[in-house]
Nanobody
Framework: QLQLVESGGGLVQPGGSLRLSCAAS???????IGWFRQAPGKEREGLLC????????NYVDSVKGRFTISRDNAKNTVYLQMNSLKPEDTYVYYC??????????????WGQGTQVTVSS
């Protein structure tokens, strides 16, 4: 089981950008990594996933064209580039690892989350 740590969250104005990082304690070569978000009292929402082979899965339409997932296996890190941020993007963002290559789950290892707040 991997240990995952998210970073890069914070306060940003509408229309701004953030890049979140998901750093793993071990090699990511054989893991798929997904980005999720959740607000208190609401269901967790899957956003994007990148497979062990580099394939990308889009779970929702709300972030298409604005969010981009990428991975750097040499650094054991997965990124979420978020552009054109909106107030409705205010959530706690999580990354999670799947021991597979399909992004279909289950995701067994989760980070602690990083808060993203979009407000003027």
């Amino acid at each position: 089981q991997l240990q995952l740590v998210e970073s890069g969250g914070g306060l940003v104005q509408p229309g701004g950008s953030l890049r979140l990082s998901c750093a793993a304690s071990g090699f990511l070569d054989y893991y798929s990594i997904g980005w999720f978000r959740q607000a208190p009292g609401k269901e967790r929402e899957g956003l994007l996933c990148i497979s062990s082979s580099g394939g990308i899965t889009n779970y929702v339409d709300s972030v298409k064209g604005r969010f981009t997932i990428s991975r750097d296996n040499a650094k054991n890190t997965v990124y979420l580039q978020m552009n054109s941020l909106k107030p409705e993007d205010t959530y706690v963002y999580y990354c999670a690892a799947e021991s597979g290559s399909t992004c279909a789950g289950p995701f067994d290892s989760w980070g602690q989350g990083t808060q993203v707040t979009v407000s003027s």
